[in-house]
């Protein structure tokens, strides 16, 4: 079972930051695909960004150019570094990790995190 746990939300302004981390209980290289997703209130679960175990890099159009996704293999690690943060950002921040065998894809996710951005 992976367990993933998630730190960094919180309240801030508009035009502040925050950096989220995630933090998996085995090496994050072993999944295909990790990343962050937010649920803001009424609305679907989204997702903001994301990595290959390639390293491709992938972004919601909504954040491109404010936020920035990274991982730390070694800490087996993933962050998002957000900043110019607006109201619309305001969600639940999930972290999120994609396993195949090749048979099956398995999904594993994390508490999530509050994100606050007041206006």
């Known amino acids: 079972q992976v367990q993933l746990v998630e730190s960094g939300g919180g309240l801030v302004q508009a035009g502040g930051s925050l950096r989220l981390s995630c933090v998996a209980s085995?090496?994050?290289?072993?999944?295909?695909?990790m990343g962050w997703y937010r649920q803001g209130p009424g609305k679907q679960r989204e997702l903001v960004a994301g990595?290959?175990?390639?390293?491709?890099?992938n972004y919601a159009d909504s954040v491109k150019g404010r936020f920035t996704f990274s991982r730390d293999n070694a800490k087996n690690t993933v962050s998002l570094q957000m900043n110019s943060l607006k109201p619309e950002d305001t969600a639940v921040y999930y972290c999120?990790?994609?396993?195949?065998?090749?048979?099956?894809?398995?999904?594993?996710w994390g508490q999530g995190t509050q994100v606050t951005v007041s206006s």
């Open positions: 990595i290959s175990s390639g390293g491709s890099t």
């Open positions: 085995r090496r994050i290289f072993d999944f295909n695909y």
């Open positions: 999120n990790a994609k396993y195949s065998n090749g048979i099956r894809v398995d999904d594993y």
